[in-house]
């Protein structure tokens, strides 16, 4: 049974940082790269960032060296750590593996992510 349950969004003001967590079912957890995604008002969903099993990363251009993604392969969870904060990287956040294919559609809710001041 697939589980993704995202939370850690929030409301913060420019400049300001968030951390979020993706608690995903072992299942696919153990054996899948892991992404980030996010969804804003009006636009198509985007992956934010990657990380395989092994620790490997990758991020989409507008979120380098402001975003961190990482896993606890323990706890099968994965987190995204967000600095630098800007209005444009409001969206509602969600994680998946990757590529999302492999859990055949499945979503979980997401986590709210609004920077405001």
């Known amino acids: 049974q697939v589980q993704l349950v995202e939370s850690g969004g929030g409301l913060v003001q420019p400049g300001g940082s968030l951390r979020l967590s993706c608690a995903a079912s072992r299942s696919i957890f153990s054996t899948n790269a892991m992404g980030w995604y996010r969804q804003a008002p009006g636009k198509q969903r985007e992956l934010v960032a990657r990380i395989t099993r092994g620790g490997s990363t990758n991020y989409l251009d507008t979120v380098k060296g402001r975003f961190t993604i990482s896993r606890d392969n323990a706890k099968n969870t994965v987190y995204l750590q967000m600095n630098s904060l800007k209005p444009e990287d409001t969206a509602v956040y969600y994680c998946?593996?990757?590529?999302?294919?492999?859990?055949?559609?499945?979503w979980g809710q997401g986590t709210q992510v609004t920077v405001s001041s």
């Open positions: 998946n593996t990757f590529p999302t294919s492999i859990t055949l559609g499945y």
